[in-house]
């Protein structure tokens, strides 16, 4: 038996070797372990008050023990892991045999690391409170041997199906607990910037597990944020839940799309002008309503999902027609380009016509008028510029031809004959036969003539056509001529000519202006107007082009769009600078609405006037009267706009530029008080303390600029930097007693400064947790975390704006939407109030001085919109339906 048993003692001999090797190493591994969990302990307690600490040897705390830190909520059971609004409860597992806190997982995840400085952009040591990992949070088995797996991080894309997705959640949630917890003494032993362990114990694992009311964490682009939760607040389902009792009703809509867009403006019958910009058809009433100096009255059609491009009048000037472009929605679905069919008295929609069978968007429209407004027709974007005519009580398609593969400008109905229909366009004019094929849907069929310019010069664009009364039609071109097209028997001689059909020819040509023609207008007494693009005249015609009277546009306002004739002897006239004027050729024109003409980023309301300012890329500095919608005034700032706020006296206001410059103007004067340069980079935001002592600029330098300023606000002079960002600064606020910052930047930092002590940075983020901020526009924090929508990238908000009662929070996102949530918002995938109307990225959200009113501001279509707030039961258009904000990509990227 011995000898049978000599062979196998060898194996079983190393191997006990070989483990007893390897228990010595991990005791001394546990031996550094408690060392350092004992370190960090000892600065915690140097940090913290004495009855916020636990004695080591006592047992940790119970449920409702007082030993936990004051303003921290109770303790919960470890098999429960609060995810903020809910709590899952986990299956416990197997305590592993070393201190608690200790994993040998995989590294931490990407922008984890230590700041400049010496700080840290998020916590480390407290357990995220969405993890999700097994056990207590900070209690993760101990792996041995230490082994370096590729797990998938939290928040990056995994290349697996769809299907292994769910049996992966729970090890990409272990994962990220375990990173995060791997960085628990590294963080302590750098100075105890932030509390990362338990007043307890080191061997306490109901103090450690303590952390859960600490702190909460969310994840942007796999990156952990952590928030401190102030230490009045108990739990976190204390707070509120729900949309805001609140609601916003659009008050008024600042600009007028005329910088790119044509077949826009027109008078109804009940004497209204309608327009559009952005997905909002506005109908104003000049002079009459509460608008007082600055215009009369608005009503708003926004039933459309994406920019509106073009309209079209019903005969019985009562129905319109409004075509959208095609776009996406918040999940990269794309949204069909549609015409809608809607009553301009109720503002309820009649019709929608091609949903799915136009292309990229609807470039022109125009009603039969002949037959009542029985037919409208409609030329899409695509490349083909799909010419078809629809049915519009029906709504049904009856015929439909590839149009030209150049541009279409123009399209209208002969009012003597439906059957007649025009287009124009680059280098063409094209005459339409159409047979109805007795309204059955698509029997119709649509014949072309091209009109022939012979002697005359072919011009590069035709962008506008009117039919006379006589049945001739006049075309403005891009030469500035007038060409009359008449009526004339095609020639019988020539083959594939239509036969004995008629056809038009041009009979006669004048010029009329300088550059284009963008408009022509027939009115009334049966004279035309046309409107110039470079020498901005207008142009009146009696029949036979002999010119009667004219007037000239102010620069300043741009070319002449469109015009339409209202009441009397009254014009509206649209310009290419956004602008709509009313007036007449005798006494001149003056501006009703005004607008931006580029993609506006600067947003700041006054601090006891219902004014406020807007700046953005057209270089323009604009002051608003919110009560009388009017502009006060306007100056050409030179350089691109990107940031403004007012002094809290409102004597003067500071704007920050692209170049690095900022000026302080006098709000009266219009003149430049100060004008300095920090930098080279673009500023982001500047903001006045609430005394109005220090002024805060943040710049794409990473750096925050302190300047002290006069009591007037007129004069500043440098105090100061705070220096410690990892990326450029994109939101900041002052506390209420003016001596401390709260900022944001580019890669997801929330730091703390104290200004009033030098400008330094506040490594212990943990102290902040209950200071009091002036006001709250930084986009992360624990009060606003909520807002965040599920899977954000990290850019999904662009401004959020908390009002000065501090009941709701406004938020501007990237999907043209403006969502208004309850205060403070710290539960996570907060239900809120959504606005639609925008028809780009909303760039920036503000509350006017009183909370009476909003202001958001779309980026690329130059559109402002006043809101006005109505309190709980107030009069008003019925509220937005609450929804959850919904998930923006499968895999979820947010939790707390």
Not at 22 to 37: F, G, I, N, P, S
Not at 106 to 134: D, K, L
Not at 507 to 520: N, P, R, T
């Amino acid at each position: 038996m011995d000898g049978a048993g000599g062979p196998g003692e060898g194996p079983a001999q190393e191997a006990l070797q070989s483990l007893s090797r390897r228990l010595q190493v991990q005791e001394k591994e546990m031996e550094l372990v408690k060392a350092a969990l004992a370190e960090a302990l000892r600065l915690l307690r140097l940090q913290a008050p004495p009855t916020s600490l636990q004695d080591p040897g006592t047992p940790g705390p119970t449920r409702d023990s007082p030993a936990a830190p004051p303003g921290l909520p109770p303790t919960r059971s470890p098999s429960s892991v609060s995810r903020g609004t809910q709590t899952e409860t986990e299956v416990e597992t197997e305590p592993s045999p070393g201190p608690p806190g200790l994993s040998n997982g995989p590294a931490a995840p990407q922008g984890g690391g230590e700041e400049p400085g010496g700080t840290q952009s998020e916590g480390g040591g407290s357990s995220s409170s969405g993890t999700g990992s097994p056990g207590p949070p900070g209690l993760l088995r101990l792996v041995q041997p230490p082994q370096r797996t590729d797990t998938p991080r939290r928040n990056s894309s995994s290349s697996s199906s769809p299907s292994e997705r769910p049996r992966q959640k729970l090890s990409r949630k272990a994962a990220s607990s375990a990173n995060l917890l791997l960085r628990s003494g590294s963080t302590e032993s750098r100075g105890g910037k932030d509390p990362l362990s338990s007043p307890g114990g080191p061997g306490s694992r109901r103090s450690n597990y303590n952390l859960e009311g600490i702190s909460v964490k969310m994840f942007l682009r796999g990156r952990p944020i952590t928030m401190y939760i102030p230490s009045g607040i108990r739990s976190l389902e204390e707070l509120p839940s729900g949309p805001p009792p609140e609601t916003l009703s659009l008050d008024w809509v600042y600009g007028y799309r005329g910088r790119d867009s044509r077949s826009n403006l027109f008078v109804l019958r009940s004497g209204e002008v309608v327009y559009f910009i952005a997905c909002v058809v506005v109908l104003y009433r000049p002079g009459g309503g509460p608008g007082g100096p600055g215009g009369g009255g608005q009503r708003h059609y926004r039933g459309h999902t994406d920019c509106v491009r073009c309209l079209a009048v019903h005969p019985d000037g009562v129905r319109v027609a409004s075509g959208q472009t095609a776009g996406v929605d918040k999940d990269g679905k794309p949204l069909q380009p549609v015409v809608h069919v809607w009553d301009s008295e109720t503002l309820l929609k009649l019709q929608e016509i091609g949903l799915g069978a136009f292309e990229r968007g609807v470039g022109a429209l125009a009603f039969s008028v002949a037959d009542l407004g029985a037919f409208l027709c409609v030329v899409d974007d695509s490349n083909e510029h799909m010419l078809s005519v629809w049915d519009c009580s029906r709504g049904t398609k009856l015929a439909e031809i590839k149009s030209t593969n150049d541009s279409v400008l123009a399209v209208g109905f002969n009012p003597r004959d439906s059957s007649c229909i025009v287009t124009s366009g680059k280098s063409h004019v094209h005459f339409w036969n159409w047979s109805g094929g007795a309204g059955v849907p698509g029997n119709g069929t649509l014949t072309r003539k091209q009109g022939v310019f012979g002697k005359y010069k072919k011009p590069k664009f035709i962008p506008c056509f009117v039919f006379l009364p006589d049945g001739d039609i006049l075309t403005g071109d891009s030469e500035g001529n007038i060409l009359t097209w008449g009526r004339s028997l095609s020639d019988s001689r020539t083959p594939g000519r239509g036969g004995a059909k008629e056809t038009y020819g041009i009979v006669a040509q004048a010029h009329a202006h300088e550059g284009s023609i963008f408009a022509l207008c027939l009115l009334r007494d049966g004279t035309v107007l046309s409107g110039g693009g470079r020498d901005r005249r207008l142009v009146q015609w009696e029949p036979g082009l002999v010119a009667l009277q004219e007037a000239e546009i102010p620069e300043h306002f741009g070319a002449v769009r469109a015009i339409a004739e209202g009441p009397g002897s009254e014009l509206l006239v649209g310009t290419t600078k956004n602008a709509l004027l009313r007036g007449d050729l005798d006494q001149g024109f003056s501006p009703v609405i005004q607008g931006h003409t580029d993609e506006l980023w600067g947003l700041c309301t006054h601090p006891f006037q219902n004014r406020f300012l807007t700046c953005g890329h057209d270089r323009q500095l604009c002051l608003w009267d919110g009560e009388g919608h009017a502009l006060a005034w306007s100056i050409d700032l030179k350089e691109t706009g990107l940031c403004a706020d007012f002094h809290p006296s409102g004597a003067v206001v500071a704007v920050g530029l692209n170049t690095g410059r900022w000026l302080v103007l006098d709000t009266e004067t219009r003149e430049i008080v100060s004008d300095i340069t920090d930098g080279n980079e673009q500023l982001s935001v500047v903001r006045y303390s609430p005394d109005g002592l220090y002024l805060a600029i943040g710049s794409h330098d990473n750096m925050i600029y302190i300047y002290s300023v006069s009591s007037d606000g007129a004069k500043s002079s440098r105090f100061g930097r705070c220096v410690g960002h990892s990326s450029f600064i994109t939101h900041l606020d002052w506390s209420k007693d003016g001596n401390f910052i709260m900022s944001n930047s580019g890669d997801y930092e929330i730091l703390y400064w104290d200004v009033a002590g030098g400008c330094k940075l506040l490594r212990n983020r943990y102290e902040s947790r209950d200071r009091e901020w002036a006001t709250y526009t930084c986009v992360l924090g624990f009060h606003v975390y909520g807002v965040w929508p599920d899977g954000s990238d990290g850019t999904d908000i662009n401004s959020l704006c908390r009002s000065h009662n501090e009941r709701v929070v406004a938020v501007a996102d990237d999907f043209c939407k403006v969502h208004l949530f309850q205060y403070p918002c710290a539960r996570a995938k907060a239900p809120s109030l959504v606005y639609g109307g925008h028809g780009s990225h909303v760039t920036s959200v503000r509350f006017t001085h009183d909370d009476s009113h909003l202001v958001s501001l779309g980026g690329k279509d130059a559109s402002i919109f006043q809101w006005r707030v109505l309190g709980p039961g107030g009069a008003g258009p019925a509220p937005a339906t609450p929804s959850r904000t919904p998930s923006l990509s499968p895999a979820s990227s947010l939790d707390v």
